[in-house]
Structures are given as structure tokens and as C-alpha cells.
């Protein structure tokens, strides 16, 4: 029976270099598993099926399997698996992704990674999506740990005109959406503060264009 082996450890994404457990955020998209797999000395040429069996729920892969075909003696060739992370994945909660490699004749094997969701790394607020808008736009932002959060919207003139979010929140990904359906077209600023449990202080602000 013809052996498979792999000449590269996977890699996954930026977050996870040198870990045994391979940490990532929610939200963050564009992740990749790379498994390198060669065909053995003396072997004939082969075609090997790469199919993800098992996952988490709140990861998501651009394709579940991917075919390497005619890999000669000795020859090596990449399967890439690219996934993003929900950001609704739980903060703290591990989980397994489970590769199955099936050679074409019928030798295969499993290989498994860890991998463990973390809390965001820095306060981030996003720009709104769509932007221009009519009426309807997303807010998004990362808060790095529990924190009471406001969301607030104003006129060029400083007006507030809205006030989307004032309460406490979870450490992770959150979004809000903005209905503008009684205002004007024009220039507006949404803020983004928050406090977090430490005393910590978070701040930022971004121009949005109403637009009918």
C-alpha cells in the first residue's frame, strides 16, 4: 500500500505561529490551514482526496475538500484550506478541525489541530458598511473586554442625532445597525466609547455619508 506523508506541519494563519494550540479571534477572516503532502519513494503516481471531516460551528471553510492529482514519486503538492472564524464564536471555547487524506489507492490518514478562540486584541471600530447608505448601515467593533459601550451618531453641526448602543457588553465582535430613514442626506460621525471593567478607556469616531 502506498504511504502518504506530509513534509510541512500546517500553517494557520498570523495568530498561530509556534503554538500547540492555534489561537484565534473572532471575526477574523482569511485563516488558512496549508497541508504539504508528498507521494512515497518508489511509489507510482497518485491523486489524493483532502476533505475537512470534522469542525467547530463557528468556523467556516471556503471548500470542505480538495483534490491533489497526479502526484509523481517524491513530488510534493498543497492543499490550502481557507476559513474565517464567526463573530459569534465564543470567547475561550476550544475546539478540533480534522483533516482526512485518502490517497487513490486507498491508503489515507487523519490529521488533527486544535484550536481555541481569543478575546480581540485591541479596541477596534470599524468603518460602516454600506457606506454611502440609504437607510440602512451596519456598525461594527471589537471590544478587547467587558466593558460598558455607548454608540452615538451626529451631525456635522454636533448635533446627536441618534443613540444606538448604551449599555454593557460582552468582550468580542459586536455590530449595530443604523436606520436614518427620518434624516436628510449628508455627512455624519458615529462614536464609539467604552469602559471596560479594568477603568480602561476606549475612543474612536468615523464620517459615514447618508446618501438618497
Known amino acids: 500500500m502506498n504511504k502518504l506523508k506530509y513534509l510541512l506541519p500546517a ?23 496549508e497541508l504539504s503532502i508528498s507521494n512515497s519513494p518508489g511509489s507510482a503516481t497518485q491523486s489524493v482526496s483532502v ?33 474565517d472564524v464567526s463573530e459569534n464564536a465564543p470567547i475561550g471555547e476550544e475546539g478540533n478541525v480534522t483533516f482526512r487524506i485518502t490517497s487513490g489507492t486507498g491508503g489515507g490518514l487523519i490529521k488533527t489541530y486544535n484550536i481555541k478562540v481569543t478575546a480581540p486584541a485591541i479596541f477596534e471600530v470599524q468603518q460602516n458598511y ?45 455590530e449595530v445597525v443604523f436606520n436614518a430613514a427620518n434624516l436628510s442626506s449628508g455627512f455624519y460621525f458615529y462614536i464609539v466609547e467604552a469602559k471596560g471593567i479594568n477603568g480602561a478607556k476606549y475612543f474612536d469616531s468615523k464620517k459615514m455619508i447618508l446618501l438618497r
Open 51 to 83: 476533505l475537512v471531516q470534522e469542525k467547530p460551528d463557528w468556523i467556516s471553510f471556503a471548500a470542505s475538500e480538495i483534490a491533489l492529482s497526479e502526484i509523481n514519486r517524491l513530488q510534493k503538492q498543497t492543499a490550502q484550506f481557507y476559513f
Open 11 to 33: 500553517l494557520i494563519s498570523a495568530f498561530a505561529f509556534g503554538q500547540s494550540i492555534y489561537e484565534l479571534q473572532p471575526g477574523s477572516k482569511g485563516n488558512l490551514f
Open 130 to 174: 454600506p457606506n454611502p447608505f440609504n437607510p440602512n448601515t451596519t456598525i461594527k467593533y471589537s471590544i478587547p473586554q467587558d466593558a460598558f459601550v455607548s454608540v452615538k451618531v451626529f451631525n456635522v453641526l454636533g448635533e446627536r442625532v441618534a443613540e444606538l448602543v448604551n449599555k454593557d457588553l460582552k468582550t468580542g465582535v459586536h
